[in-house]
């Protein structure tokens, strides 16, 4: 089974500052995903990020990138001149990489970021 | 598109009672997944289907919880009776054919369910 470790539970930045959420996982795959997803107080899940196992190039959104490190299992956000819109929850999830289909996602416990004015 | 749908938005109930939620997904999606979040446990997986028939339905947490997907365009996610512990906002989500990478879940905005 995996696990998805998220070790924040609540940050706090000024607005237009960097910040960046850490995760971690555990898993023995080879072929996986992992996705950041934003919960903003709406609780409408939206999907920010997301990085193939495979490849070894960091994934990048405008603002909002990854540090991916295969071996160390560690999978961080970070948010670039942050805004106060960013304000809401962010999930790290794992997906299995299996032939055909989908599969479900394995979520952290979620870090609650607040960009201040 | 109008994006993954789920009925009721809200949900009020006492214990025992049946409980039937609907989930619509993006036309063209052949996966479906049910997720239920609370403060103790987060999110978890409860059920998927792919092409319409149920993959993996470990995270149904007791017999009292069954889903169903009797077509491409509609699932339910039932409890019978139900339970104060059931308490939750419960999501659907759903995904195209997992091809190139293809593999991002789109999500409803949730049912929240309150068990009195």
């Known amino acids: 089974a995996q696990t998805v470790t998220q070790s924040q539970p609540e940050m706090s930045v000024q607005e237009a500052e960097t910040v960046t959420l850490s995760c971690t996982y555990d898993t023995s795959e080879n072929n996986y995903y992992l996705f950041w997803y934003k919960q903003p107080p709406s609780r409408q899940m939206i999907l920010v990020i997301r990085q193939e196992a495979y490849k070894q190039q960091n994934a990048t959104e405008n603002r909002f990138s990854v540090n991916f490190q295969k071996a160390a299992k560690s999978f961080s956000l970070k948010i670039s001149d942050s805004q106060l819109g960013d304000t809401a929850m962010y999930f790290c999830a794992f997906m299995k990489g299996s032939g055909g289909g989908a599969d479900g996602l394995t979520f952290g416990k979620g870090t609650h970021l607040i960009i201040q004015p | 598109d109008a994006g993954v749908i789920q009925s009721p938005r809200h949900e009020v109930t006492e214990m025992g009672q049946e409980v039937t939620l609907r989930c619509k997904p993006i036309s063209g999606h052949n996966s479906l997944f049910w997720y239920r979040q609370t403060m103790m446990r987060g999110l978890e997986l409860l059920i998927y289907?792919?092409?319409?028939?149920?993959?993996?339905d470990s995270g149904m947490p007791e017999d009292r919880f069954s889903a169903k997907m009797p077509n491409a365009s509609f699932s339910t996610l039932k409890i019978q009776p139900s339970e104060p512990r059931d308490s939750a906002v419960y999501f659907c989500?759903?995904?195209?054919?997992?091809?190139?990478?293809?593999?991002?879940?789109?999500f409803g905005p949730g049912t929240r369910l309150t068990v009195l």
């Open positions: 289907f792919n092409n319409n028939v149920p993959i993996d």
């Open positions: 989500a759903s995904s195209p054919e997992r091809l190139a990478g293809d593999n991002e879940q789109f």
